[in-house]
């Protein structure tokens, strides 16, 4: 009878992540949209599409502003968006 032979495999080692390292004006950009982000209540992505439209999502807080809703009046325009939406299923 013939056995097979298992192979020895040489075991790949985990390459250690090496820490991502981010200019001053990166942290602070990051850091800028993280308190407009929280500004805003934290919304969902689906409640970016209900003010903002399909590219809500995907858009800056400063592109958002210029759409005409800063973070800062987010929760309101999203309640004016409920309160459409629900007129509009009326009829």
Do not use: F
């Given at each position: 009878?013939?056995?097979?032979?298992?192979g020895t495999r040489a075991k790949k080692l985990a390459k250690p992540k090496q820490a991502q390292v981010r200019?001053?004006?990166?942290?602070a950009h990051?850091?800028?949209g993280t308190r407009l982000l929280a500004?805003?209540?934290r919304p969902t992505?689906?409640?970016f599409v209900k003010v903002?439209?399909?590219q809500g999502p995907k858009m800056t807080w400063e592109?958002?502003?210029?759409?005409?809703?800063?973070?800062?009046h987010f929760q309101e325009a999203l309640g004016r968006?409920?309160?459409l939406r629900a007129c509009f299923n009326h009829l």
């Open positions: 009878m013939k056995t097979k032979k298992k200019s001053k004006a990166a942290r990051i850091a800028e500004l805003a209540g992505k689906a409640q903002y439209g399909p592109q958002r502003a210029k759409a005409g809703v800063d973070a800062t968006a409920k309160r």
